[in-house]
């Protein structure tokens, strides 16, 4: 059986989930025979994931932290089974291949070591910038949104309406456009919402389809399980892009699409009905974010897709003296960060009296 682990304790709600999931899914008469197999093989069980696994996957908000902090979520660890992913485990756990990758030392996608225990980054430093609406780092690839409270009340026969400081976060990884069809850094808000969209090809996308395939459709319609948009498509105010599901849940976390933003199709599905026409939203690029909780300081660093910066130390470097944080942190431990690129909030935090030389020295150089 997967096993989770947060905290150092397995999560009795995935055990539950499974362990229903399979008593569901056999005849009575075979589940003495599973459950004395499991006992003598528990080891070796394969259980393969499937499309109804991940619908169910539940919607997690995060309480958002009084500022300065801006850390949520935290990390646990996973035990990888015969047949696992890391496709399928990322999926599950609102997570990417690359994403689990990136945190575990560039672990194999298909065949990652049966038994071994990985690192689940879910744990994020939130983007730098308001809190407000659709927030979406692309050099990240996760977006996160802001909800913010609407009251409605009645005063003297008027009806009128205010809204309040979102209490929550909730954060989807997302899949973007390549390098030839960048997604654009840009501020918009949400025009519209489409549930089974038609997509129709502009031309220049028609054309790379005749070439590449020698045929190509000129519309392909809403619920066409050709449809790469999807069941459910987010219409932004920004020509051309929207926010959509896709017909290949594994291009979520690569630069494989024509600019727009995919989401796997249990996340949109519940962005859709989070969302109204009207809210706020930014594309940013923030490579290198820094977090502080309690009294540490961390960084999240991640690669510079579109190759924006000349170089990520020089970039953190600038960021860490913008925010004042230079007396704080310790650059040997910032320059592994940069380095490793692992995507997971690493403590950075300055251990008693360092060299204030040699401190200095390690900001100037990643030598």
Same mark, same amino acid.
């Given at each position: 059986?997967?096993?989770?682990?947060?905290?150092?304790?397995?999560?009795?709600?995935?055990? %539950?989930?499974?362990?229903?999931? #399979?008593?569901?899914?056999? /005849? +009575?008469?075979?589940?003495?025979?599973?459950?004395?197999?499991?006992?003598?093989?528990?080891?070796?069980?394969?259980?393969?994931?499937?499309?109804?696994?991940?619908?169910?996957?539940?919607?997690?908000? $995060? @309480?958002?932290?009084?500022?300065?902090?801006?850390?949520?979520?935290?990390?646990?660890?996973?035990?990888?089974?015969? =047949?696992?992913?890391?496709?399928?485990?990322?999926?599950?756990?609102?997570?990417?291949?690359?994403?689990?990758?990136? &945190?575990?030392?560039?672990?194999?996608?298909?065949?990652?070591?049966?038994?071994?225990?990985?690192?689940?980054?879910?744990?994020?430093?939130?983007?730098?910038? !308001?809190?407000?609406?659709?927030?979406?780092? #692309?050099?990240?690839? %996760?977006?996160?949104?802001?909800?913010?409270?609407?009251?409605?009340?009645?005063?003297?026969? /008027?009806?009128? &309406?205010?809204?309040?400081? @979102?209490?929550?976060?909730?954060?989807?990884?997302?899949?973007?456009? %390549?390098?030839?069809?960048?997604?654009?850094?840009?501020?918009? /808000?949400?025009?519209?919402?489409?549930?089974?969209?038609?997509?129709?090809? +502009?031309?220049?996308?028609?054309?790379?389809?005749?070439?590449?395939?020698?045929?190509?459709?000129?519309?392909?319609?809403?619920?066409?399980?050709?449809? @790469?948009?999807?069941? $459910?498509?987010?219409?932004? *105010?920004?020509?051309?892009?929207?926010?959509?599901? *896709?017909?290949?849940?594994?291009?979520?976390?690569?630069?494989?699409?024509?600019?727009?933003?995919?989401?796997?199709?249990?996340? #949109?599905?519940?962005?859709?009905?989070?969302?109204?026409?009207?809210?706020?939203?930014?594309?940013?690029?923030?490579?290198?974010?820094?977090?502080?909780?309690?009294?540490?300081?961390?960084?999240?660093?991640?690669?510079?897709? $579109?190759?924006?910066?000349?170089?990520?130390?020089?970039?953190?470097?600038?960021?860490?003296? !913008?925010? =004042?944080?230079?007396?704080?942190?310790? $650059? %040997?431990?910032?320059?592994?960060?940069?380095?490793?690129? *692992?995507?997971?909030? *690493?403590?950075?935090?300055?251990?008693?009296?360092?060299?204030?030389?040699?401190?200095?020295?390690?900001?100037?150089? @990643?030598?």
């Amino acid at each position: 059986m997967r096993g989770v682990k947060v905290g150092g304790f397995f999560s009795g709600g995935i055990v %539950r989930f499974y362990s229903s999931l #399979i008593i569901q899914r056999l /005849k +009575p008469i075979a589940i003495l025979a599973v459950l004395a197999l499991a006992a003598i093989t528990s080891a070796t069980t394969v259980l393969a994931w499937s499309e109804a696994d991940f619908e169910h996957r539940a919607l997690v908000g $995060y @309480p958002l932290p009084p500022e300065p902090e801006n850390i949520i979520g935290d990390l646990s660890t996973y035990t990888i089974n015969k =047949g696992d992913t890391l496709l399928d485990v990322g999926r599950w756990h609102g997570l990417t291949a690359t994403e689990l990758s990136n &945190a575990n030392r560039h672990l194999d996608w298909w065949s990652p070591p049966v038994g071994k225990e990985i690192i689940l980054p879910s744990q994020h430093i939130l983007p730098a910038g !308001k809190r407000e609406g659709i927030v979406l780092n #692309i050099p990240e690839m %996760r977006l996160y949104y802001f909800p913010s409270r609407v009251e409605k009340r009645r005063k003297k026969g /008027k009806l009128t &309406a205010t809204s309040s400081l @979102p209490r929550v976060v909730y954060t989807f990884p997302v899949g973007l456009g %390549r390098f030839d069809w960048r997604t654009p850094v840009a501020a918009f /808000k949400v025009r519209g919402k489409t549930r089974d969209p038609a997509w129709v090809l +502009p031309d220049d996308i028609y054309q790379e389809h005749l070439e590449r395939d020698g045929e190509a459709e000129h519309m392909i319609p809403g619920g066409d399980p050709d449809n @790469p948009l999807g069941n $459910y498509r987010i219409e932004l *105010t920004l020509p051309m892009y929207a926010l959509h599901g *896709t017909n290949v849940p594994w291009g979520v976390g690569m630069e494989v699409s024509h600019g727009c933003v995919r989401l796997y199709p249990e996340d #949109i599905e519940q962005l859709f009905n989070l969302v109204r026409p009207g809210i706020p939203g930014r594309f940013i690029y923030q490579p290198i974010k820094f977090g502080r909780r309690g009294d540490s300081v961390y960084v999240e660093v991640h690669d510079d897709l $579109y190759g924006r910066y000349p170089g990520l130390w020089k970039l953190a470097v600038e960021e860490a003296r !913008k925010l =004042g944080l230079a007396g704080t942190i310790d $650059y %040997r431990k910032l320059e592994k960060a940069v380095e490793e690129k *692992t995507g997971v909030p *690493t403590d950075i935090s300055r251990a008693g009296d360092a060299d204030s030389a040699s401190q200095s020295i390690s900001a100037d150089s @990643p030598d």
